[in-house]
């Protein structure tokens, strides 16, 4: 699998490769996964040369992070990269109180605390480290500091100023101290990320969603902040929630909920166009974003081996000039948006 390698801001390399796993679906994101399925999936991903990981203590408040230490066990630490998040603690609590009911299932009885100060993040860290075996982590980001989760832009204010007066001194210190190689912001709103780079000296961005093959509105301001600061992307959720997987079918899911019809019809139109090209939408959909200079690596995730590989043959499939024309000259995809070679 081809790499990137990353020069962050702060001097620290990186060495990506194209694609990462994104471990959410391993922390019973939706459904149960057995323990075997899982370490199945992660060594399926090791096998066609992932070497990035990323996991979080929401996935499964804690699960993801305990399969990739069960998973990386015997393999050599210079071998791998692994991202983790701070944010949010867990704290032991009643089943019927804890996270995502619903949303995870059969996992540790946790709720969870948002915390982006300096306690906070290094306590996270500490607790990450434990669930994880290892005793680094390249990558820390700041998860969730957006609206999306926390309701309104004056919620999503006050968590930032947190951060930037208390917990980015201590993001700083452990990369200072080499603890950590890099830092950055995994959120789903470029406005956030923007808003961060403004204010402190960030590395990376895991950005979900947001800038997507339906999605460019981040080019008007955001990525051409990153390529000016040589700030790195990490794309997490390329198909946009599914319907770039799935296509336009009637319960399509859009930013985690069912697509609207404006969503559905654009996607019908960006379909029409691939099919002309003999290309399929998912194809088109994990290339994509890959050609803006900025973004480093795609994280699809995956639940079973297979689509582990499907995932890994989508993203070698030969797509033609032409396509990315046509869906520029259509106003299916934004002018400025760097295509694919």
């Given at each position: 699998?081809?790499?990137?390698?990353?020069k962050a801001p702060s001097g620290a390399t990186i060495?990506?490769?194209?694609?990462?796993?994104?471990?959410?679906?391993?922390?019973?994101?939706?459904?149960?996964?057995?323990?075997?399925?899982?370490?199945?999936?992660?060594?399926?991903?090791?096998?066609?040369?992932?070497?990035?990981?990323?996991?979080?203590?929401?996935?499964?408040?804690?699960?993801?992070?305990?399969?990739?230490?069960?998973?990386?066990?015997?393999?050599?630490?210079?071998?791998?990269?692994?991202?983790?998040?701070?944010?949010?603690?867990?704290?032991?609590?009643?089943?019927?109180?804890?996270?995502?009911?619903?949303?995870?299932?059969?996992?540790?009885?946790?709720?969870?605390?948002?915390?982006?100060?300096?306690?906070?993040?290094?306590?996270?860290?500490?607790?990450?480290?434990?669930?994880?075996?290892?005793?680094?982590?390249?990558?820390?980001?700041?998860?969730?500091?957006?609206?999306?989760?926390?309701?309104?832009?004056?919620?999503?204010?006050?968590?930032?100023?947190?951060?930037?007066?208390?917990?980015?001194?201590?993001?700083?210190?452990?990369?200072?101290?080499?603890?950590?190689?890099?830092?950055?912001?995994?959120?789903?709103?470029?406005?956030?990320?923007?808003?961060?780079?403004?204010?402190?000296?960030?590395?990376?961005?895991?950005?979900?969603?947001?800038?997507?093959?339906?999605?460019?509105?981040?080019?008007?301001?955001?990525?051409?902040?990153?390529?000016?600061?040589?700030?790195?992307?990490?794309?997490?959720?390329?198909?946009?929630?599914?319907?770039?997987?799935?296509?336009?079918?009637?319960?399509?899911?859009?930013?985690?909920?069912?697509?609207?019809?404006?969503?559905?019809?654009?996607?019908?139109?960006?379909?029409?166009?691939?099919?002309?090209?003999?290309?399929?939408?998912?194809?088109?959909?994990?290339?994509?974003?890959?050609?803006?200079?900025?973004?480093?690596?795609?994280?699809?995730?995956?639940?079973?081996?297979?689509?582990?590989?499907?995932?890994?043959?989508?993203?070698?499939?030969?797509?033609?000039?032409a396509l990315w024309r046509d869906l520029k000259a259509?106003?299916?995809?934004?002018?400025?948006?760097?295509?694919?070679?």
């Open positions: 699998m081809k790499t990137n390698t990353f060495k990506f490769t194209e694609m990462g796993f994104g471990t959410a679906p391993l922390g019973n994101l939706l459904g149960t996964v057995t323990e075997k399925a899982a370490q199945d999936t992660l060594e399926a991903a090791w096998k066609t040369g992932m070497r990035y990981y990323d996991t979080a203590p929401l996935y499964g408040a804690g699960l993801s992070e305990t399969r990739l230490n069960h998973f990386l066990r015997g393999k050599k630490r210079g071998d791998y990269i692994v991202s983790t998040k701070i944010g949010r603690l867990l704290q032991v609590c009643k089943p019927s109180e804890r996270l995502g009911i619903g949303k995870f299932f059969d996992i540790p009885s946790r709720r969870e605390i948002y915390d982006y100060s300096y306690d906070g993040v290094m306590r996270s860290l500490d607790f990450s480290l434990e669930r994880l075996g290892i005793d680094s982590v390249e990558i820390l980001f700041v998860h969730d500091i957006d609206i999306f989760n926390h309701g309104t832009a004056a919620a999503r204010d006050a968590h930032v100023e947190t951060l930037m007066k208390s917990g980015y001194k201590a993001l700083v210190k452990l990369r200072d101290e080499k603890v950590i190689k890099a830092f950055g912001g995994g959120v789903n709103e470029w406005e956030v990320c923007e808003i961060l780079a403004k204010r402190g000296d960030f590395d990376l961005f895991l950005l979900a969603g947001r800038y997507t093959l339906l999605e460019q509105k981040a080019l008007d301001s955001f990525l051409p902040l990153c390529e000016e600061r040589g700030i790195g992307i990490v794309l997490g959720g390329p198909y946009n929630s599914g319907i770039l997987a799935t296509g336009a079918k009637a319960d399509a899911v859009y930013n985690y909920s069912k697509a609207p019809k404006s969503i559905l019809d654009r996607v019908r139109r960006i379909e029409a166009v691939c099919k002309r090209h003999k290309v399929k939408l998912p194809e088109a959909a994990l290339r994509f974003p890959l050609a803006h200079p900025s973004v480093v690596s795609v994280i699809p995730g995956g639940v079973t081996p297979d689509q582990v590989k499907l995932n890994v043959k989508t993203l070698a499939a030969k797509i033609p000039k259509e106003g299916l995809l934004d002018a400025r948006a760097p295509a694919p070679k």
